[in-house]
């Protein structure tokens, strides 16, 4: 009983019956709330400020709940990306390497083909011989092989077709270029090796024996080229066979020009005296100065004075020098297929049997020994012991020397 009426008490102390007045147009009322109603106003307002704070709490924890779950889902978009980019550069990897190998193919490709073209460029300019070893490389497949046959009829070059693609760009584009450009220096080669044949066989024309009797001759047999077969060995690719066969007639018309130009080389076509001269006497019928009457002149009669030198109008060898009927003290020199040069009528023989003798080297001097009637030079051209007119081939070393 005491605890009852000491709450009693505490409640009365707490919560005491109040009366509010209120004052309106002279008229004043009053409210009274008791005890009960002030414990029940007060049990409301403590149930609303726990709602409250509930509440509260509530959304403080759904919003930390909620930013756990954004930050999970951030972190999973970039382990995507993350995976995603390892990917992207596997694949760059693989490709990159796929490009290094390939560039590195073609950089290989393209020194084989600067090789090549660098000896036949050599060899246009020095006049040396084209060997298979040589346009071959070291250690590189065979690019070309060719015969004589190729060099016969000269073909005029296929020309692709235009095509309205757009233009090649990067490094594709740059090994078109180069290919291109490759192509077209195989092609100034082969027009250079045409000139200087067609220019060679001109200068055999002039001769009037003609590049085709000599070139036919016996034991000749025309211009011999070391490659046995347009193209020998595998390639790779078409575009590696089809530069290899343009290689190989190349490299034909190239030997073709060298082996006419060696014989221009060795043939007497300078001038027999190493000083100014005259023709005194022409190749052909003629008036013998002795008989006085109509005989066949072998050679040519050439003055210029006593002891003037006489001197090698070709490369050869001295197969004879001596004194014969007629020609009094003579030098015959042989200058290779089929051709000999005669000197004849000397006053003193300076070269010897057996000797090799350049151009312009001194063979004898000027004289009127054997059957002459005063100094001056009887010189010969002789193709396979049949003379031909010794002027037709000095008007051709003009063009020449």
Partial sequence: MKAVEKVSDLVRNWFPERQIYHRSGGTVRYFTISSPQQMML????????????????????????????????????LERWVQELRARDTLSTDQLAQRTEAFQDATLDFERRHQTLAAMLNALKNGDQLEVSTLRGDSAP???????????????????????????????GQVANIRSE???????????????????????????????????GENMGGPEITFASLVSGDFKTPE???????????????????????????????????????????????????????SWHGGIDMGAGWNAPI??????????????????????????QGFVS??????????????????????????????STGPHLHYEVLFHGKPYNPVEFIKAGKHVY
């Fill in 42 to 77: 007060a049990g409301a307002a403590l149930a609303l400020v726990c709602w409250s704070l509930f509440a509260t709490a509530s959304v403080l924890f759904s919003m930390g709940s909620s930013k756990n779950f954004v930050a999970d889902d951030e972190v999973h978009k």
């Fill in 142 to 172: 065979l690019l070309v092989t060719a015969s004589i046959d190729e060099a016969d009829a000269r073909q005029s070059q296929e020309i692709e077709e235009a095509s309205a693609d757009l233009p090649q760009v990067g490094l594709s």
């Fill in 342 to 371: 005669r000197y004849a009528h000397l006053n003193k023989i300076l070269a010897k049997r057996g000797q090799t003798v350049a151009i312009g080297d001194k063979l004898g001097t000027m004289g009127s020994s054997g059957r």
């Fill in 311 to 336: 001197i090698a109008a070709g490369p050869g060898k001295v197969i004879y020098a001596g004194t014969k009927s007629g020609y009094g003290r003579v030098v015959d020199v042989d200058h290779g």
């Fill in 182 to 216: 490759q192509q077209e220096f195989l092609d100034e080669i082969e027009e250079m090796a045409v000139e200087r044949a067609e220019s060679a066989r001109g200068v055999l024309r002039l001769t009037k024996v003609g590049a085709g009797r000599i070139t036919s």
């Fill in 240 to 294: 590696e066979a089809q530069f290899a066969g343009r290689v190989a007639q190349v490299a034909a018309r190239m030997e073709e020009a060298r082996y006419f130009e060696g014989l221009v080389d060795k043939l007497p076509l300078a001038t027999p005296i190493g000083i100014p001269s005259r023709i005194t006497s022409p190749f052909g019928m003629r008036t013998d100065p002795i008989r006085k009457r109509p």
